[in-house]
């Protein structure tokens, strides 16, 4: 299979309309079905269930389309990965990502017991908004991540958990709801005059007005015009204008290390030992 092929696929599996990917692919749509015919008779098996008004996906196609994400994505990530260690100055450094505002403490100890040690590679910092961190690892823009599960993807990387928080409400400070030993989510959703928002990226919350990072969603939830279930490792950027309550059934949130599964740096692996000892 060709790595054309595999992009034509996915897209056509992503929209389920031939003629929404070829649009998202700049082709017209007859080559783009033809492409799709001659990869089903190279496999022997059908990718698609064509309808009238709609395509949907046979069980061999959901296989094809999580396989071919994770190829697509191992071919970007090569390219990213040879062109920045060709680059002057960048050979051996390593790009740690996190979510802007996420495990401060935890990075900061990090990056200092790290440097400390024998062999330690340079590394480079890159704060993102919400999510983006793992699409930077898995297309080769990042070495390693700080990821927090449940919400972040880590299938098909290495990871180690790191450390564990439960999740609080951060409601505006003097609402009526601050004072309560602990929340439900139920009750924190059911608050007519504070809409519960959550930092988001790349197709989550939709409109001008969407949240990005956690400093943004903090700030509206000061001017009272928000609400938010965070982990409650967020203490450390609360202010007085902020008041937490633990929501007792929120999942509790894990933050871990995570690498591609194929990586063999011995500066990312010593980076891994720190942040497992720490």
Known sequence: METRELRYFVAVAEELHFGRAA?????????????????????GVPLLVRAHRAVTLTEAGA???????AALDAVDAAEQRTRRAG???????????TKTGASSELLAKLVDAYAAEEGAAPVEVVLCQAGEQERMLRDGRADVALLH???DDVEGLEVEPLETHRQVAVLPAGHPLSTRESLTLAEV????????????????????????????LLQLVGL????????????AFLSDAHAA??????PEVT????????????????????????
């Open 63 to 69: 296989v094809l389309l999580r396989e071919a994400r």
């Open 189 to 216: 959703r059911g608050v007519a005059d504070l809409p519960l928002r959550f930092p988001t990226y790349d197709g989550g919350e939709a409109g001008e007005h969407a949240v990005r990072d956690v400093t943004q």
């Open 255 to 278: 933050t871990v290390i995570a690498w591609p599964e194929l990586a063999t740096s011995p500066a990312l692996a010593l980076l891994v030992r720190t942040a497992t000892r720490l």
């Open 224 to 235: 009272g015009r928000a609400s938010a279930v965070l982990p409650e490792s967020v203490d």
């Open 23 to 43: 649009t998202r692919l700049g082709i017209a749509q007859p080559p783009l079905s033809r492409a799709i015919q001659q990869l089903e008779r190279r496999l």
């Open 245 to 250: 309550v633990p929501v007792s059934d929120a």
């Open 149 to 151: 599960l449940p919400f």
């Open 87 to 97: 680059r002057d100055g960048v050979d051996g450094r390593l790009v740690l990502v």
